[in-house]
């Protein structure tokens, strides 16, 4: 078939680096579709009956990574689901189906991932940009702490903090040196003001589609 393929933003960054906020902002801003892995994640492992969600929280706690096979299946329903109907919103029309644009917030996070990503998903998509948000580590920990106090998430705490990003430093940021090698990466410094990041990520995203 000769359908444009999906196009893929991956948006990397440690914990509470902004991914999810300027997701938000670019999606509203550009149209994309927004999937974050960990939202996703999170969802399933609250669904009533979920075979993973006892793995999936053990995980969480741990700042650890939950294998491909789940995260790669969420994802890829999610994308699925967003191209039926936006495809359904063109059905008895000649035009050709925009096929979509799509932030991948969140993943991926490790080698596992993206050896499951290449293998399950590969160039049935175009992975155009890796946009990585960075912070130093102390901003990182005081935005997730702050946040913690409300938001009710499982890991935003001192004991998980610490776990999360040792994690990022040492699975996440090969994968995006494995990126850079490829020139698909944009680094960020996210810790400025939310209104000064999102400038940035216009500015690239506008060059990427112009
Ligand atoms: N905030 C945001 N931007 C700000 C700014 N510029 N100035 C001041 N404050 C700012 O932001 C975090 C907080 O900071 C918010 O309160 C926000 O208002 C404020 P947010 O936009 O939520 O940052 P984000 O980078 O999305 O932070 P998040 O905590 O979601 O990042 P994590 O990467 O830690 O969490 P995620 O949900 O992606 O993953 C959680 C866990 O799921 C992982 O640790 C892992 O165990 C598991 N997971 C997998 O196993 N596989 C996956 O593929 C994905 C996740
Ligand atoms: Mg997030």
């Not at 902004?18 to 579709?33: D, P, W």
């Not at 994308?79 to 799509?102: Q, R």
């Not at 596992?112 to 155009?128: A, E, P, T, Y």
Request: proline share 4%; charged share 25%; hydrophobic share 35%.
């Amino acid at each position: 078939n000769n359908l444009p393929r999906p196009n893929v933003i991956f948006v990397l960054g440690g914990p509470g680096a902004g991914k999810g906020t300027q997701c938000n902002l670019i999606s509203k801003k550009f149209g994309h579709v927004h999937l974050s892995a960990g939202d996703l994640l999170r969802k399933e492992q609250n669904t009533a009956g979920s075979q993973y969600g006892e793995l999936i929280a053990e995980h969480i706690k741990n700042g650890t990574i939950v294998p491909v096979e789940i995260t790669c299946k969420l994802l890829m329903n999610a994308m699925l689901e967003n191209m039926i109907s936006l495809a359904k919103m063109v059905e008895g029309n000649d035009k050709p189906i925009a096929t979509g644009n799509f932030l991948i917030d969140g993943f991926p996070r490790n080698q596992d991932n993206l050896d499951g990503w290449q293998k399950f998903v590969g160039d049935k998509v175009n992975v155009q940009l890796v946009l990585v948000f960075e912070c130093p580590e102390e901003v990182y920990i005081a935005r997730c702490l702050k946040r913690g106090q409300h938001s009710g998430r499982a890991d935003d705490n001192p004991e998980s903090m610490k776990k999360r990003l040792d994690t990022h430093l040492n699975q996440t940021m090969p994968i995006v040196k494995y990126y850079e090698k490829l020139d698909l990466v944009k680094r960020i410094d996210s810790s400025r003001s939310i209104k000064e990041v999102h400038e940035e990520c216009c500015t690239i995203l506008q060059s990427l589609m112009a």
